[in-house]
């Protein structure tokens, strides 16, 4: 069970669209219907923004969307802000009653 | 909207059993999943098991025969034993409500606590 393949960082200017990419497997995210997407600011817990590939929860902005493609999922945040800056992870269910999370992605707002 | 506190020991020497308790508020771990997740500086999250209120639990493959998840109803609380542990275990641990069926989401974070093994 490895972790989940992420770029190591992305960056946007103000205003900007840029787009997170979560590769998996097909014993994971190729399979189950349930990537979700968490925000994780400095010395904060993470947040939940994305769930079941491409749903938000009430109260996460419409800048934030996600699809997923075979093995690949995207998390796409659009209308750049300061405050987006954080890091992003994905995570997949992998079966058998496990889970496993991506490496993450430190987006950076120039 | 739960609320999660985290508590234990900040150090552990090597070798030795890591024991965090969480303690939850706000709520009943009655009818919900529970998760430890964590994660080392810098780096990602970890996802090292989970139990059901009726006590059922799952672990992650690489860990299981360390790692010991338990509920105390009467106290509100979940509990994680990780045992023989080495400097690779030093990281932040957060208690987290989840994963949330259908959804299969983890809503709730405590806010982490920093456990370091070192002698």
């Known amino acids: 069970q490895s972790a989940l393949t992420q770029p190591a960082s992305v960056s946007g200017s103000p205003g900007q669209s840029i787009t997170v990419s979560c590769t998996g497997t097909s014993s994971d995210l190729g399979t189950f219907n349930l990537v979700s997407w968490y925000q994780q600011h400095p010395g904060k817990a993470p947040k939940l923004l994305i769930y079941e590939d491409r749903k938000r929860p009430s109260g996460v902005s419409n800048r934030f969307s996600a699809s997923k493609s075979g093995n690949t999922a995207s998390l796409t945040i659009s209308g750049l802000q300061a405050e987006d800056e954080a890091d992003y992870y994905c995570?997949?269910?992998?079966?058998?009653?496990?889970?496993?999370f991506g490496g993450g992605t430190k987006l950076t707002v120039l | 909207q739960v609320q999660l506190q985290e508590s234990g020991p900040g150090l552990v020497k090597p070798s030795e059993t890591l024991s965090l308790t969480c303690a939850v508020s706000g709520g009943s771990i009655s009818h919900n999943y529970w998760s430890w997740i964590r994660q080392p500086a810098g780096k990602t999250l970890e996802w090292l098991g989970r139990?059901?209120?009726?006590?059922?639990?799952n672990y992650t493959p690489s860990l299981k025969s360390r790692v010991t998840i338990s509920l105390d109803t009467s106290k509100n609380q979940v509990s994680l034993r990780l045992n023989s542990v080495t400097a690779a275990d030093t990281a932040v641990y957060y208690c987290?409500?989840?994963?949330?069926?259908?959804?299969?989401?983890?809503?709730?974070w405590g806010q982490g606590i920093l456990v370091t093994v070192s002698s």
């Open positions: 987290v409500r989840g994963p949330l069926p259908p959804t299969m989401t983890f809503d709730d």
């Open positions: 995570c997949s269910y992998a079966g058998s009653s496990t889970w496993v």
């Open positions: 139990i059901y209120a009726t006590g059922t639990t």
